[in-house]
């Protein structure tokens, strides 16, 4: 099974600040994908990636940056993080087929 | 755009009950996958399931691709069942996945 992990699993970060959400990947899929979860919403489309250097706007890319430097990591940016951004984010990489998602981090923005 | 309607919202059942949950979406789907979520939040693929049918221990997953619609049956239910469960597709295979609202399944002895 592909192994996604993410850090941090936790954040505290205060409104205007700057907050990086890391992901990285060991199985070499090449599609790599951002999602955050609220409640009422389920989980939501941020940004994804075909591969090293690419990155694409998702269903609500707004207020969000990403950043594929390798295959095996994709990073999602808050330049200037909001509370209305406090969420829980999952990494998920694949290959065109099943999607393998990470344990998820909690961004709590103050 | 793309919808994915999940029907019960919830359901509650006594172990030992089955259950059949069901998935309704909007546009073709390339990529259909069905996931739980434990009450602690990680996600647990069941299923990717994009048409047929296929089983898994006391789950089986229907895909009907041409009606549209997806089901997660659920035989003989324990209290370990207890959860959300999920349905999810991608019309383009690698544009990442719509999520449905899920259904809280609750298992009570």
């Known amino acids: 099974e592909a192994a996604v992990t993410q850090s941090p699993r936790n954040k505290v970060a205060v409104t205007g600040g700057k907050v990086t959400l890391s992901c990285n990947q060991t199985?070499?899929?090449?599609?790599m994908y951002w999602y955050r979860q609220d409640t009422g919403h389920g989980l939501r489309l941020i940004h994804y990636s075909y591969g090293a250097g690419s990155t694409e706007k998702g269903d609500i890319p707004d207020g969000y940056k990403a950043s594929r430097p390798s295959q095996e990591n994709f990073s999602l940016i808050l330049e200037l993080a909001t509370p209305s951004q406090t969420s829980v984010y999952f990494c998920?990489?694949?290959?065109?087929?099943?999607?393998?998602f990470g344990p998820g981090t909690r961004l709590t923005v103050l | 755009g793309q919808q994915v309607q999940q029907s019960p919202a919830s359901l509650v059942l006594q172990e030992g009950e089955n259950a059949e949950l069901q998935c309704n979406f909007s546009s073709t789907a390339t990529r259909l996958q069905w996931f739980y979520q434990h009450p602690g939040g990680r996600l647990v693929s069941l299923f990717y399931n994009p048409s047929g049918t296929k089983h898994t221990g006391r789950l089986t997953s229907t895909t009907v691709t041409n009606e549209r619609r997806s089901s997660l049956h659920i035989s003989s239910s324990q209290t370990t069942d207890s959860g959300t469960y999920f349905c999810a597709i991608d019309p383009n295979y690698a544009q990442g996945l719509t999520f449905g609202l899920g259904t809280r399944v609750s298992v009570f002895p």
């Open positions: 998920a990489s694949g290959d065109a087929g099943e999607e393998y």
């Open positions: 199985n070499n899929h090449n599609n």
